[in-house]
């Protein structure tokens, strides 16, 4: 059975660093692609960036600077690192399964809440 | 990076009405589009692929077209349970993005 499940700090201070895990389970991060994505309350969705299955990562380009992906293939878990935060990454962060075939996004964690503030 | 302009921002509609939201791309993106539905408090789910393809599990009264740039998610035969915000999602090039999201609501 496909799982996964973000973890991380609830309460991040501007210009600190965020660290997300991504725990997954019923597939190898080596055989699939894992995405993050993002959600400010009550607003809309926005890519964070990917590792692909081979070890490679994109981010949006709009948060490149300040983003790093990364993986522990050993205990199927990717990274989410991402510095110099500040009031407006607050949101929810989400990590999510492509689907080999159709790319898109077919398996999702139930996401983690992360508020920026002092 | 490719804008998707969704629209309607939101709308309301009554339990077996037929909705259609739609997706409008700043260039082409040829049929690398998929539609996500999102419930309050849940992660989004997707319902289509590539434009027209349905997602596993997902009713067939869910559709996904396309004419030229612009795309359409159809809901034949609404039900209660499809309340919630739709997005599409381009895939065609780097940064994927999505549209801003349809707020459905059933009277």
């Known amino acids: 059975q496909v799982r996964l499940k973000e973890s991380g700090p609830r309460l991040v201070q501007p210009s600190q660093t965020l660290s997300v895990t991504c725990t997954v389970s019923g597939f190898s991060v080596t055989s699939y692609h894992v995405s993050w994505v993002r959600q400010p309350p009550g607003k809309g969705l926005e890519w964070v960036g990917a590792i692909w299955k081979g070890g490679s990562t994109d981010y949006n380009s709009a948060l490149k600077s300040r983003l790093s992906i990364s993986r522990d293939t050993s205990k199927n878990q990717v990274f989410l690192k991402m510095n110099s935060l500040q009031t407006d990454d607050t949101g929810t962060y989400y990590c999510?399964?492509?689907?080999?075939?159709?790319?898109?996004?077919?398996?999702w964690g139930p996401g983690t809440m992360v508020t920026v503030s002092s | 990076d490719i804008q998707m302009t969704q629209s309607p921002a939101s709308l309301s509609a009554s339990p077996e009405e037929i909705v259609t939201i739609t997706c409008q791309a700043s260039?082409?993106?040829?049929?690398?589009l998929a539609w996500y539905q999102q419930k309050p408090g849940k992660s989004p789910q997707l319902l289509i692929y590539?434009?027209?393809s349905l997602a596993d599990g997902i009713p067939s009264r869910f559709s996904g077209s396309r004419s030229g740039t612009q795309y359409s998610l159809k809901i034949s035969r609404l039900q209660v349970e499809d309340t919630g915000i739709y997005y599409c999602?381009?895939?065609?090039?780097?940064?994927?993005?999505f549209g801003g999201g349809t707020k459905l609501e059933l009277k």
């Open positions: 999510a399964k492509h689907n080999n075939y159709y790319w898109y996004f077919d398996f």
């Open positions: 999602l381009q895939r065609y090039s780097n940064p994927p993005t």
């Open positions: 590539s434009a027209t």
């Open positions: 260039q082409d993106i040829g049929n690398w």
